[in-house]
């Protein structure tokens, strides 16, 4: 069963300096995209930086107003719902940044930071302590973290805490935008890991926002490619990576860094 359904949908921005290339006036960020996502099911959405990804999950939880298009979330149209329906589809749909610390309140504590999501769904003040223990506890951090606050963490460790917030919530989906793209290489493994295996024990259904080719083909079942607002491709993760049909998802694949040194030095020569 379809959980989201993305039909034509599509933003323009005014163009800044009142022309854009093309002759129009406006930048076309997201220009009449369709897709669907199952229940349970990860989406890779990948494309390079400007080809319209994070409008995209922006106009999806209508944390942006559409020109055109729809969505349909567990058959609601989301671009339709009055604002007292929008802030329960609000707890429905959880959105993972690049980096949370610009979305964290800095005066809160982590343990308030996961409370106020809490809050949300209405957990009753006496057992909210130990339900932020065990949402620190699902992003395998120690319970005693709740009493400090954002700033004291890594990177890695913020992300971690920005994932106990979205599934705090419990929402029934999520948008990872950029996730790990702003940590180091051993720092996005141990994140990518840890998101593979919280999608596997929940079951989430995901949008995946990445630039990065190696790390989708971890995390989705499909991946859809954009480019310049349009959705130039859409296929199994396994089909993308083994026999890409666009010229533009070839040289994205062949933009991924190799691993394998030896492969790498034979690719050069
Ligand atoms: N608020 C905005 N106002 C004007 N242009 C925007 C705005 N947000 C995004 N854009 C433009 O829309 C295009 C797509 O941006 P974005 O969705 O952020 O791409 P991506 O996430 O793939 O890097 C870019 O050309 C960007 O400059
Ligand atoms: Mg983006």
Known sequence: ??????????????????MTSSGGNVVKAVDGVSFNIAQGE????????????????RLILRLLEPTSGNVHFEGKDVFALPKHQLRELRK??????????????????????IGE??????VPKNSRASTVAHY??????????????????????????????????EPKFIVADEPVSALDVSTQA????LLLDLQKRLNLTMLF????????????DRVAVMQNGLLV????????????????????????????PARARRKAA
């Open 1 to 18: 069963m379809n959980l989201l359904e993305v039909r034509n949908l599509t933003k323009h921005f005014p163009a800044k300096s009142g």
């Open 42 to 57: 990860v989406l890779g959405l990948v494309g390079e930086s400007g080809s319209g990804k994070s409008t995209t999950g």
């Open 92 to 113: 429905e749909m959880q959105i993972v940044f690049q980096d949370p610390y610009g979305a964290f309140n800095p005066r809160l504590t982590v343990g308030n930071i």
């Open 117 to 122: 999501a809490l809050e949300l769904r209405g």
């Open 136 to 169: 620190l506890e699902m992003v395998q951090m120690p319970a005693n973290v709740a009493s400090r606050y954002p700033h004291e963490f890594s990177g890695g460790q913020r992300q971690r805490i920005g994932i106990a917030r979205a599934l705090a919530v």
């Open 190 to 193: 141990e994140i990518v890991n």
């Open 209 to 220: 926002i990445s630039h990065d080719l190696s790390v989708v083909r971890v995390l989705c």
């Open 233 to 260: 491709e859409v296929a199994d993760s396994e089909q993308i990576f083994r026999a890409p049909q666009q010229e533009y998802t070839r040289e994205l694949l062949a933009a991924v860094p190799i691993p394998d």
